[in-house]
């Protein structure tokens, strides 16, 4: 290969578009470049007629998708000071499940002048809850019948995807799901905007659309569910190839070059899902090693040469990471966001002021005052689920916990609290995952979240793990572009991409025994506290879910 040549990554992310040109010979990282959603997530009003929202929801404009094509790859390609002939791929990841409903054409019901004021047709965000109710019929229909695909996903399937997600559509508007022709992951309209050509990829097919073994569920399934469901698969789902990551889904057309100012020609990869295509920009593919990535949430994936049911994942797929293993995924819902709404809605203002003066965000400075605290200091105990569980339970509509408040506790106090529940929340599935049969053997780390110094060593400490950390800040956009490199035909498969382009910190933080120990205490109170809440019978947060009025929707 020439030493010049380039490939480009696109990570589409929850409130951003990030673009990163990555050298092909070594993964160096030339340039980058961000775009902000315009409309960043919507969740209380619709962008162009002012609707309100009901509780739970959470929606994308998808011009916001176009506008990063338009600015952040330009810009990105400006800043590394490459030509744009250099160029020999380009590839994207995208959050997931994010689908959409569109046209035969590609056009986002959104943008039919007569529905921009209907909610279902716009981009249904991974953290739109709402189809909570259609996710538990799914799975009590599937476990009634005896679905063979229900145990794929650990016993069950979330409201946060595709099936969920489209049969609120056809209940709540059914005009809306009468006039869409195509129901899509954004992971595969971006590249249907790049190529002029629908397709889908297996990673968002498996996970998130319930594609096993060659099928979605049938077409008798879908009927039980609803009758006018019967067809959703055949009519509004199935047809496009059903494409392997790092395969060349098409060619770059005329109109991406002019919004892009790369080459019409260039291979333009499948598409992918952030968290999955992250793991080769962190060399964490082979069996036995699971990568977190860590932000406003977490997805934790691993790959193994075994086939096993593990409860509560969030699916194994054939090919789902690599071609050739099982690929596992499991999350937590909220991660970063609880942070942030902490940060948010219950810190003073000298906490800021004294941000301030250290030349900190309120984040640092919690995090500097949280660490000099000695394992169980603060006499808190949290359950992290402010926005649902996603694994192990599955269920968006269990809530956050706090327990053992005094009229003593500190803001950094509830702040450490609230890490150590997500590290507790994440040794949960690492433990389920090894009772399963698929052992973690290495925890890779990836995300924003890794540059907080706090936050590692505590999930080092409850996890006893060493942290091995990617050596980029841009792991999933530098994923997409070993996946351009791999459908230019730079690399023969992502296997040799990875070893070539991707980098990792080995051994950063270190379990502490005497922390780790003090912590397994704790974790026994957390564990409790998860089973009497979750799988124990305690209805308690569905009831205060049940109470609260659904009409009213709250700044």
């Known amino acids: 290969m020439a030493r010049d040549e380039c490939v480009i990554g696109i990570d589409f992310g929850t409130l951003s578009g990030r673009a990163v040109v990555v050298r092909v010979r070594d993964g160096a990282e030339l340039g980058?470049?961000?775009?902000?959603?315009?409309?960043?997530?919507?969740?209380?009003?619709?962008?162009?007629?002012?609707?309100?929202?009901?509780?739970?929801?959470?929606l994308q404009d998808p011009g916001d998708y176009?506008?990063?094509?338009r600015t952040a790859v330009p810009d990105a390609l400006k800043a590394a000071g490459v030509a744009p002939d250099a160029v020999i791929g380009i590839a994207t990841d995208f959050t997931a499940s994010t689908p959409m409903p569109v046209l035969s054409d590609g056009t986002?019901?959104?943008r039919v002048e007569d529905l921009a004021a209907r909610p279902h047709a716009y981009p249904k965000l991974w953290k739109h809850h709402a189809a909570q109710r259609q996710a538990d019929r799914i799975n009590a229909l599937a476990e009634e019948r005896g679905e063979p695909w229900l145990a794929r996903y650990g016993g069950r399937i979330s409201s946060e995807w595709e099936f969920a997600k489209a049969l609120q559509v056809l209940e709540e508007d059914p005009d809306v799901y009468d006039r869409m022709e195509r129901w899509i992951e954004g992971a595969d309209w971006i590249i249907w905007q790049l190529c002029g050509e629908e397709t889908r990829n297996a990673c968002t097919a498996g996970y998130k659309a319930i594609f096993q073994d060659g099928r979605y569920p049938s077409e008798e399934f879908l009927a039980a569910l609803d009758e006018r469901f019967a067809g959703f698969v055949a009519d509004k789902v199935a047809g496009p190839p059903l494409l392997q990551l790092g395969s060349r889904a098409g060619s770059l057309t005329a109109r991406a070059g002019a919004w892009t100012g790369l080459p019409e020609g260039i291979a333009v990869a499948t598409g992918n899902v952030d968290a999955h295509v992250t793991a080769p920009a962190a060399q964490a593919i082979e069996p036995g090693q699971m990568l977190a990535v860590m932000g406003t949430s977490t997805c934790h994936i691993m790959n193994d040469e075994a086939l096993a049911e593990v409860p509560g994942m969030c699916g194994v797929v054939r090919g789902g990471i690599t071609p050739d293993l099982w690929g596992y995924e499991a999350g937590q819902s909220g991660v970063g966001d609880i942070f942030a709404w902490f940060v948010d809605n219950a810190v003073p203002p000298r906490y800021h002021e004294q941000a301030r003066e250290r030349g900190l965000d309120v984040h640092g400075l919690l995090s500097q005052l949280a660490e000099d605290q000695d394992v169980g200091e603060h006499g808190l105990i949290a359950l992290d689920w402010h926005s649902g569980n996603r694994s192990v339970l599955v269920d968006h509509e269990l809530t956050g916990v706090l327990v053992g408040l005094k009229l003593s506790t500190r803001p950094e106090d509830v702040y450490r609290a609230l890490i150590e529940a997500t590290a507790f929340g994440t040794r949960k599935i690492i433990e389920t995952f090894d009772d399963a049969g698929i052992a973690v053997r290495e925890l890779f780390v990836a995300g924003g979240l890794m540059r907080n110094r706090a936050i590692m060593q505590i999930y080092a400490d409850v996890t006893r793990h060493s942290l091995h950390l990617i050596g980029s800040e841009q792991g999933p956009a530098l994923g997409a572009a070993m996946h351009a490199a791999v459908a230019a035909g730079a690399y023969p498969d992502i296997h040799a991409a990875s070893e070539a382009m991707g980098s990792v910190r080995r051994d950063v933080y270190r379990p502490d025994e005497a922390r780790a120990d003090a912590y397994d205490a704790l974790y026994e109170r957390y564990s409790v506290l998860h089973d009497h809440f979750g799988p124990g019978g305690d209805d308690v947060m569905h009831a205060l879910r049940r109470l609260r009025p659904r009409e009213r929707v709250r700044d």
Do not use: F, M, Q
């Open 66 to 69: 176009i506008d990063v094509l």
């Open 108 to 110: 986002p019901l959104c």
């Open 32 to 58: 980058s470049a961000v775009h902000d959603y315009a409309h960043a997530v919507v969740e209380r009003e619709l962008p162009e007629t002012g609707e309100r929202l009901p509780p739970d929801w959470a």
